[in-house]
């Protein structure tokens, strides 16, 4: 067990914290906090009492946003960082007395680390140092791989970079804070296995390279609890790393899905995809496959380690395009080697091989992750700690 977990005492009352963000701006986008809830599973098997407070759950005002809405309002994130007196912070240290917890945890991924900041100074400001708090997730693990002795600031009293083999368990939803209120569709998102056998320079898999499967029982299990009490109409969103990667595992989990009478989406890297296994996709139940194509420019797929042939990319998708499954093409642009040269051959690969739906992310530089290491590591981390 984690050296930092273990020293908390017995029975203590533990809050789990997922912070604000998509809420700040009105976007609706959200899955209920399944890393918070799989922490909070394998702190109550160590005999704690714990509940998981979701501050991200949108509130009805929340809508769909298009990317230029999101850029647009995104502003009020910002702005909401330097504002002590939003309703949204009240709520979260509200709640959080309450509750009166020995320990309060926190997870963040890199986009959200501000606002967890901001909780546990906030906690620091107003209850004192009696509370311990700790913080995880994927900006921790990032950092610490990068920096080893980076330091969080003193508003935490402990982080901790990683829990293995926590996606093994099944998560208890029930220690969410009224989750008699979420829908099927808000508990769509299962994970069936994790890691990814690639090793792209500009994602975070790094971290948590082997690859861990769980349990089709389990599996079973969470899914027919999400029929039974949450009445499960919507779409299972499979959020694994690399579904289709494992053939076996694959025809286990669609075949699951089939009999339990669910539709379901998910992810795929290109090579892992044959005409067999899209098939079988289709037949089972599958209505959308994601995948990351990354570039139209064989020098940055090159460039990035992505280990996948521009002609591949033909040839398997026009397999997509035949069996007629919608795809969603993930594409990252603005590397900081890429050219204008490379994204006209990107805009040329689109038109080639058509997806039903294009996603075109800016690039992100994530610490932890190879690129990082070599374009920015050397440049002065500036995550800010909101002091008392
Ligand atoms: C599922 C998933 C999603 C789901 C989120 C569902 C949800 N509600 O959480 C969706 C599809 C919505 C999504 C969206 C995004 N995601 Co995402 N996502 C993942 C994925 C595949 C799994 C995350 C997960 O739950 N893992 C299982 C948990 C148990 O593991 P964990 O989070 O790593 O936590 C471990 C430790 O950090 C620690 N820990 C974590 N928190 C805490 C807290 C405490 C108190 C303690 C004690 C320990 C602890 O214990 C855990 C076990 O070791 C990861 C990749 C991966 N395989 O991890 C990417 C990942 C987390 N996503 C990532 C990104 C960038 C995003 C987006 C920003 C993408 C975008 N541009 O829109 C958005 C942001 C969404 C948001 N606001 O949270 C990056 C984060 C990188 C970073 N440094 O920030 C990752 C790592 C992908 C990658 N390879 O680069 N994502």
Redesign the pocket.
């Given at each position: 067990m984690?050296r930092a977990?273990q020293s908390l005492k017995p029975n203590s009352r533990i809050l789990?914290v997922?912070p604000p963000?998509?809420r700040f701006f009105g976007y609706e986008?959200?899955?209920?906090?399944?890393?918070?809830t799989?922490?909070g599973t394998y702190?109550e098997q160590q005999g704690h009492f714990v509940r998981i407070f979701d501050a991200?759950k949108p509130t009805p005002d929340c809508r769909s946003l298009t990317r230029l809405e999101v850029m647009d309002n995104y502003p009020q994130y910002e702005a909401a960082l330097s504002d002590r007196e939003h309703p949204i912070w009240e709520e979260t240290l509200r709640v959080i007395k309450e509750f009166n917890p020995d320990v309060v945890?926190?997870?963040?991924?890199?986009?959200?680390i501000d606002s967890a900041n901001i909780i546990a100074a906030m906690i620091r400001r107003e209850l004192g140092r009696d509370i311990i708090i700790?913080?995880?997730?994927?900006?921790?693990?990032?950092m610490l791989t990068m920096h080893p002795e980076y330091d969080f600031g003193d508003v935490y009293d402990f982080v901790?970079?990683?829990?293995?083999e926590?996606?093994r368990l099944r998560p208890n939803k029930k220690l969410i804070m009224q989750h008699e209120t979420y829908s099927a569709a808000n508990f769509s998102?299962i994970?069936t296995s994790?890691?990814?056998p690639n090793t792209c320079t500009?994602?975070?898999?790094s971290?948590?390279k082997s690859l861990v499967y769980r349990n089709i029982n389990d599996i079973r299990m969470e899914l027919e609890e999400i029929k039974d009490r949450y009445n499960g109409a919507a779409p299972i969103?499979i959020?694994?790393?690399c579904f289709f990667s494992n053939t076996k595992h694959f025809r286990s989990v669609s075949a699951l899905l089939n009999e339990l009478q669910f539709q379901f989406t998910a992810g795929s890297r290109i090579m892992a995809l044959t005409p067999e296994k899209i098939e079988l996709f289709a037949q089972q139940g599958g209505i959308k496959l994601l995948v990351g194509v990354e570039s139209g420019s064989q020098r940055i797929l090159d460039k990035v380690e992505k280990r996948l042939r521009i002609e591949e990319i033909i040839s398997r998708t026009r397999w997509l395009n035949k069996a007629g499954i919608p795809w969603s093409a993930f594409f990252v642009v603005g590397f900081p080697f890429e050219t204008i040269d490379d994204l006209k051959r990107t805009e040329e690969l689109i038109q080639k091989i058509r997806p039903s739906f294009v996603s075109m992310?800016r690039f992100?530089p994530?610490?932890?992750?190879q690129i990082y290491k070599e374009y920015f590591a050397h440049k002065t981390c500036s995550s800010k700690i909101y002091s008392n």
């Open positions: 984690n977990l789990l997922e963000f998509y986008r959200w899955h209920y906090p399944i890393t918070l799989l922490v702190l991200d945890g926190l997870t963040s991924i890199t986009a959200k700790m913080l995880g997730g994927a900006h921790v693990q990032g901790v970079p990683r829990i293995p926590i996606i998102g994970m994790t890691g990814c500009f994602c975070c898999h971290f948590e969103y959020m694994d790393d992310n992100t994530y610490p932890g992750t």
